[in-house]
């Protein structure tokens, strides 16, 4: 069995050494690591073109910068292995890895593998995450019911659940691709690419599409992955940057609903409430984000920037559905507003609370 292991690289000279090696020090030995560097202006494509000398089963191709999307979709068509891997440059991997998913896939012939991984920050694990679904197998139309709903978003009602402090009611996957095996027919045979148009959630979406096509997903407890923090990379500079990150939302938000379309078609069943409590979320936290002090933009136009999210199709119909249904709290304010419409009172009042120091975490 052939694992392809595609990795988009783009100026990170300092951390591809370290994710090859860890790759190139497996204890499993059938796979091929396909690189796209993805128009680095550093040395990064220095250091791949010394790695792929050093081994055959690396390829590399050099492109210019158009985003992970495109980074990755390129790699994906000179794969050659039954399984696909997608791996972030800056991060590395234990070396039992693949031999480990090998030996789940020819256990129990399945088509994804979801597994664990660990925070790892300043030379060391900062946190333990392993899948916290309750069964290790599922099969059919369980993976709709039970798998899907956890990646592809929110619902409202988790929101109450939060906002009367349920544990883990927020509680959605990681939906990184580093840390679920695919299988190559199921994406090629479905004609599954990453979303040239996402800035951010590309994942998000691919593996909710993906799992809608799958038969069959183990859920392997153990952490191989070591995700990498480091305050240069494109999520971090992306949550410092408000307007960016509401044009990364509008655009997460038009590939939810294309693909709610898409599985509607299929199946006949509409999976929008499965997610609509991550827009409701998603207006509260702009509140917040947007009416916090900023240099750069004035106010009025960060409240008109605000208003461009809400009155998006369909987002007034979620937020009409959406019955807040909480004990009184700091936090269940903004939700009045919202559901209220009174959206100026709204950015007003999460202004305030910016100035007081309150700070809005959905943990």
Request: hydrophobic residues 35%.
């Amino acid at each position: 069995m052939k694992f392809s292991i595609v990795i988009p690289a783009y100026n990170i000279e300092d951390y591809i050494g370290k994710c090859l090696d860890s790759i190139l020090s497996q204890t499993y030995s059938d796979y091929e690591i396909i690189v796209v560097n993805d128009g680095s202006t550093d040395n990064t494509g220095r250091v791949l073109d010394e790695y792929k000398k050093k081994d055959s089963r690396i390829t590399v191709i050099h492109k210019e910068n158009e985003g992970v999307s495109i980074a990755r979709n390129t790699g994906m068509e000179l794969a050659t292995g039954e399984y696909f891997l997608f791996f972030d440059g800056d991060d590395f991997v234990e070396p039992y890895c693949l031999a480990d998913l090998a030996k789940i896939v020819e256990r129990g012939e399945y088509d994804t593998v979801i597994y664990g991984y660990h925070r790892f920050e300043d030379g060391k694990i900062k946190e333990t995450c392993p899948p916290i679904f309750e069964k290790r197998h599922y099969i059919g139309n369980e993976i709709m019911s039970e798998l899907f709903p956890k990646f592809i978003g929110i619902s409202d009602h988790a929101i109450n659940d939060w906002l009367n402090h349920k544990d883990r009611a927020l509680y959605v996957e990681n939906p990184a691709l580093w840390h679920v095996m695919t299988k190559v027919s199921v994406i090629k045979d479905n004609g599954l690419k990453f979303n040239k148009n996402l800035r951010v959630g590309e994942d998000t979406m691919f593996v909710s599409e993906y799992l809608s096509y799958a038969e069959s997903v183990y859920v392997e407890k153990k952490c191989y992955y070591y995700l990498v923090t480091r305050t240069t990379s494109t999520i971090f500079v992306y949550e410092k940057k408000p307007l960016q990150k509401l044009e990364g939302k509008i655009r997460l938000l038009t590939a939810r609903k294309e693909l709610t379309s898409k599985i509607d078609g299929r199946f006949n069943i509409d999976v929008t409430k499965e997610w609509a409590g991550t827009v409701i979320m998603s207006c509260i936290e702009l509140a917040f984000l947007l009416s916090a002090p900023n240099k750069e933009y004035g106010y009025f136009k960060r409240y008109r920037e605000f208003l461009k999210y809400i009155k998006l199709p369909g987002v007034e119909k979620m937020i009409s559905d959406y019955k807040v249904d909480a004990k009184f709290s700091v936090n269940v304010i903004p939700f009045w507003f919202l559901k209220g419409k009174m959206y100026f009172i709204l950015f007003l009042a999460t202004t305030v609370l910016n100035i007081a120091g309150y700070k809005f975490k959905r943990s």
